[in-house]
């Protein structure tokens, strides 16, 4: 069984939205589950976790205000809000179960990686 699953990427114009969503059908779902991208030639950056409980989201600065993380832990699924698309948010987007430390999202030590879901921003 394939851990996660992500879909809902695609090709947009800047200031339009996506919806990203994540079945982690293959994991527990029991632990803080984030969105991640990445470009070509940079490293992963973490973009959004969410807790346990669904009650507690963290953001990186560029995606605060424009992005809504949220999960439903019944369905084990995970969903990304994304709002005001700039290029800069071109990327392909993974989730994975993270951890929020002094305001960095991280990958956590048992993190499992799908094949992501490609995000492109036209300007």
């Known amino acids: 069984q394939v851990p996660v699953v992500e879909s809902g990427g695609g090709l947009v114009q800047a200031g339009g939205s996506l919806r990203l969503s994540c079945i982690a059908s293959g994991l527990p779902f029991d632990t803080p589950m984030g969105w991640f991208r990445q470009t070509p030639g940079k490293e992963r950056e973490g973009v959004s976790c969410i807790t346990r409980s669904g009650n507690t989201p963290f953001y990186a600065d560029s995606v605060l205000g424009r992005f809504t993380i949220s999960r439903d832990n019944d369905k084990k699924s995970l969903t990304l809000e994304m709002n005001s698309l700039e290029p800069e948010d071109t990327a392909m987007y993974y989730c994975?179960?993270?951890?929020?430390?002094?305001?960095?999202?991280?990958?956590?030590?048992?993190?499992?990686w799908g094949q992501g879901t490609q995000v492109t921003v036209s300007s």
């Open positions: 994975a179960a993270c951890v929020s430390v002094g305001g960095a999202i991280l990958p956590s030590s048992v993190a499992h």
